[in-house]
């Protein structure tokens, strides 16, 4: 697709799906930050960092929708609970062996 029409796109998501429009800059936010990270390392995105990965995924001059704060908030919340959630099993699932 066009860069232009993708810029199209974006300006019409604004205007239309505010919400789902932050989630998914959200979204790629993370996934974008994940890959910029060394392969062993722990993921630990913060709220700063997934807002920086957002903007520096917008073109120059464009910002977040509105909502993002939200979503964002929920994307780190949700991340992090599930990683919480996971530890405990796998700690619980060793112990029982």
Not at 13 to 32: M, N
Not at 58 to 65: I, Q, S
Request: charged share 15%; hydrophobic share 45%; glycine share 2%.
């Amino acid at each position: 697709m066009d860069l232009l029409k993708n810029f199209v796109c974006v300006a019409n998501a604004v205007e239309t799906a505010p919400k789902p429009l932050a989630t998914h800059i959200a979204l790629t936010a993370l996934a974008s930050f994940a890959t910029k990270q060394q392969a062993n390392a722990p993921l630990t995105p913060t709220m700063e960092a997934l807002t920086s990965e957002a903007l520096a995924l917008l073109p120059p001059g464009a910002e977040l929708p509105e909502d993002f704060e939200a979503a964002v908030g929920e994307v780190y919340v949700s991340y992090h609970l599930f990683f919480s959630v996971r530890r405990i099993y796998i700690i619980h699932s060793d112990s029982n062996e």
